[in-house]
């Protein structure tokens, strides 16, 4: 049986969570709304209506929360400051109670002895800056470089780990290709618009980060699933190779200075060719202290006609007969080392955390207890995964578990339960379910 030791001392264990997901308080002390408040708020766009207003009201319970970080005997907490909470139109006036809030998060995980993790950008996106394009208006770079500069001089003393972007490839697709996340933009335009101004975010964040803050250990998180072709018929093959294009590169690429990835892709030359003159390709680059790894599942992709641009289909788990979580995820250790190894061999990184892993399952508390006996196995397998590619060399350098609690998991609203202690959303009670006990016995040792 594996044991956090077996990983070194100086492995970094810790627990990630968003500001938009669990802090609650949506409307109140001055906070302005998030395109995930406006977008929650229409019809049909999130599972049984669900919405942001109270998630899991860490606004107010946030001694609490950290607490049960140290209590579970992680080391650092991730967490995010909300752009509109601070900037209640993205720009211009500052809402002071909202800075005193992220100092009073930061100052309880320095006072219990937890590593604070910053993320600056975890998909809640003002709505005052959609009204004016969002992601895919020019604009959106110099708003962004603004809230950054506020961030990093208002807490750079007191926090030296930063995340500049959580999954870009993840709200850039879903959020402005595909309409199923906020703001609900569809069409490649919208895409490789919202693309390019992410990718130039991620760098200038970097260099605003590192000019500011004195001893900053900064980086960036990326989704990323292994891409295999569901035969090795040609077709498939490049199916997939598109869809890895996408999923795994796009934005890894070009910050190492790579350009945009084509892949044999007209669609993705012509991208390319647009935005690769020697002054996008700098700006695009940033030398990152570390990369974020987020692994859920791997993507088995079959060739697709009748798909627009992509022609790519995914070939779900469960029609495979494949072990799954309650989100239809194929569970895969296997395919979590392969995508560990993939990013490794990038030459311009210098080290990778893994920055979000974590599994859905229908969990109910039974006289005050959370038996997810399975969540328990999937973590188990992951991280024998993980040992297994650090004891090959490869320089990992940290782990943290998505999530803490369960809360408002985005379109799944309050389904969708992923945490590590299990949330009654009506009454607030925490009870800390199986696995989190699980996880508290294995850092002990």
Not at 365 to 394: C, M, P, S, T, W
Request: glycine share 8%; charged share 20%.
């Amino acid at each position: 049986m594996i044991k956090a030791s077996d990983f070194g001392k100086d492995f970094l264990w810790g627990l990630a969570t968003a500001a938009a997901q669990i802090e609650g308080a949506a409307e109140e002390y001055g906070k302005g709304p998030s395109i995930w408040d406006t977008f929650s708020k229409k019809s049909g766009k999130i599972k049984k209506g669900h919405q942001l207003t109270t998630t899991c009201n860490f606004y107010h319970s946030f001694k609490e929360d950290i607490a049960m970080v140290k209590f579970l005997g992680f080391q650092a907490f991730r967490f995010s400051i909300s752009w509109p909470r601070i900037l209640p139109d993205g720009k211009g006036t500052v809402n002071k109670e909202g800075l005193l809030f992220y100092h009073k998060v930061i100052d309880e995980c320095l006072l219990q002895g937890i590593v604070p993790y910053i993320t600056l950008y975890h998909w809640d996106l003002p709505a005052a800056l959609e009204d004016e394009g969002g992601w895919t208006a020019f604009s959106i770079n110099h708003s962004f470089n603004h809230f950054v500069n506020l961030c990093a001089k208002e807490y750079g003393d007191k926090v030296k780990n930063w995340i500049v972007l959580n999954e870009p490839f993840g709200f850039t697709s879903l959020g402005y290709m595909l309409g199923v996340h906020a703001p609900g933009k569809t069409g490649l335009t919208n895409f490789f618009s919202a693309v390019h101004h992410t990718a130039i975010a991620q760098a200038d964040g970097g260099r605003i980060l590192r000019s500011e803050v004195k001893n900053a250990n900064i980086g960036t998180a990326f989704s990323c699933s292994e891409i295999i072709p569901y035969t090795q018929r040609e077709s498939d093959v490049l199916a997939a190779q598109r869809v890895d294009c996408l999923m795994n590169r796009l934005f890894i690429e070009p910050l190492l200075g790579m350009g945009y990835p084509t892949a044999n892709w007209e669609v993705m030359e012509k991208f390319s060719i647009q935005h690769s003159t020697w002054r996008h390709t700098e700006r695009l680059t940033f030398d990152f202290d570390f990369i974020g790894i987020q692994n859920y599942f791997p993507l088995t992709i079959k060739y697709n006609a009748f798909i627009p641009v992509v022609q790519a289909w995914e070939v779900k788990a469960k029609s495979r007969k494949k072990p799954h979580t309650a989100m239809g995820w194929e569970i895969n250790a296997n395919s979590f080392y392969n995508i560990i190894k993939q990013f490794s061999a990038y030459p311009g990184i210098r080290n990778l955390m893994i920055t979000e892993n974590g599994a859905a399952y229908h969990d109910k508390v039974v006289n005050q207890r959370v038996n997810d006996q399975e969540r328990i196995n999937y973590f188990q397998q992951y991280l024998g995964a993980l040992l297994k590619a650090k004891h090959e060399g490869l320089n990992i350098t940290g782990y943290m578990a998505w999530t803490l609690m369960d809360n408002f998991e985005w379109a799944e609203g309050f389904n969708a339960r992923f945490g590590l202690v299990h949330t009654d959303f009506k009454t607030q009670q925490r009870t800390i379910k199986d696995s989190g006990l699980w996880f508290k016995d294995f850092l002990s040792h």
